[in-house]
């Protein structure tokens, strides 16, 4: 159940270690508390790389791809002998992470390994099978920790980079981390393939509730027909009801604007103002956790705690931002705080917030390219909102394809 490829490598040896690589060891352990979780790399190097055994490997990945002791994968892979590692594909924001949003850094040469480095944002199809061509690589290899929204550009990174892999017959293999906002279950409307882009290119949950190696497998056997030569390193000692500090690992921001396992909590609903002409908090030491616009004063605030969603409440706030929207100028609007994680959700109270911050502010305007129609993977939410629907009445519109979404996803589900 663990693995799904068609012959990563051959040989029986080397199937026996894919396999054991791929057996979550202690993922059904009900212990409470934090207990420290290996990741899929930490599993690969324990077990002596083996599955990497006599190729030429290529390593998508970006600042988090990191062990327990914070060293980079690309370091460690680079330094051992027993690895050839060739090539490095940097995604949105750069393989050593100092791009903002809707960036990335280029083609270059790693001072630190001396090892090419292609971009691969932006780029998707042939072009990018090309680009694996040209590298050299036999084997792909993806490690970038996700926070588990689908508007987060990084799963559509694996998603391409697979497709490539097909398309140039190279092999490729998931090295596994945590969602952040744990594996409970998906939430949210699933994207309508009309509205398909780079902030979601299939049908998922607009919070998916699984981990990059699901959603790898999910992807292979239901988008991309099961033409990837895929396998996944699983990790060891992951619930799905664990949030990030249940498992010990260091928390590195995955892009500039995601400091903190906090701000992936809340993202999923509030990223939503990114398609608005409120600050989604970008400039300020809490993005995402802070929104608001100039002329808003306590009243929004006042608003949505009178809803009573579960788990967080709201604080009256102002600042300024220091970048993005209303860069230098002082805004009110509201600050998140998430009180009981195991109740909240994020995405409904997302659209709590649209619903209220059109009511209390008149100047609220949707960005004029419908960026919240690419987000949330339709028109229905717009234009909901914008015909005076409530939270409720907005949430019940896509329960019964996340019904259809959640049957799906149960199926490539390797945690418990």
Request: hydrophobic residues 40%; glycine residues 10%; neutral net charge.
């Amino acid at each position: 159940m663990s693995l799904s490829r068609r012959g990563l490598l051959a040989g029986t040896g080397t199937v026996a270690a894919i396999s054991a690589l791929t057996t979550p060891a202690s993922a059904t352990s009900r212990r409470r508390g934090p207990r420290p979780v290996r990741t899929g790399f930490d599993r690969l190097a324990a077990d002596g790389y083996r599955a990497l055994a006599g190729h030429k490997i290529g390593v998508v990945t970006n600042p988090t791809g990191v062990t327990r002791d914070v060293r980079h994968i690309v370091d460690v892979l680079h330094a051992d002998a027993r690895v050839r590692l060739v090539a490095v594909f940097g995604p949105e924001h750069g393989f050593r992470g100092t791009a903002q949003a809707g960036g990335s850094e280029g083609r270059s040469t790693d001072p630190a390994t001396g090892l090419p480095v292609y971009d691969t944002y932006g780029v998707s199809g042939q072009a990018l099978a090309d680009i694996f061509t040209t590298s050299g690589v036999d084997t792909v290899v993806f490690d970038i920790q996700d926070v588990g929204a689908r508007f987060y550009t990084y799963i559509w990174t694996l998603y391409d980079c697979m497709e490539a892999a097909a398309l140039a017959g190279k092999r490729f293999l998931v090295l596994d981390r945590p969602n952040p906002m744990t594996g409970r279950a998906a939430s949210g409307p699933v994207l309508d393939k009309a509205f398909a882009t780079f902030v979601g290119r299939e049908p998922i949950a607009q919070a998916h509730g699984m981990t990059v190696a699901e959603l790898a497998r999910l992807f292979n056997a239901e988008f991309l027909g099961g033409r990837v030569e895929l396998a996944t390193s699983l990790m060891s000692g992951w619930r799905r009801e664990d949030f990030y500090d249940a498992t010990a690992l260091p928390w590195v921001p995955p892009s500039p604007n995601m400091p903190t396992p906090d701000t992936a909590l809340v993202y999923a609903g509030t990223c939503m103002f990114e398609g608005t002409n409120l600050s989604e908090g970008r400039g300020t030491t809490r993005p995402f956790e802070l929104l608001g616009a100039e002329g808003i004063d306590a009243r929004w605030a006042a608003a949505v705690n009178d809803l009573g969603l579960a788990g967080v409440r709201f604080r009256e706030a102002y600042f300024t931002p220091t970048f993005s929207k209303f860069q230098g100028k002082t805004v009110g609007g509201v600050q998140l705080h998430v009180h009981e994680r195991e109740s909240y959700d994020p995405v409904r109270t997302g659209i709590a917030l649209l619903v209220t911050a059109k009511r209390v502010w008149s100047s609220f305007a949707w960005r004029s390219d419908h960026w919240i129609d690419k987000l949330t993977g339709s028109a229905t939410v717009r234009t909901m909102i914008d015909a005076g629907a409530d939270t409720d009445e907005v949430v019940a519109a896509w329960q019964d394809k996340l019904r259809a979404f959640r049957e799906t996803r149960e199926k490539y589900l390797l945690y418990r």
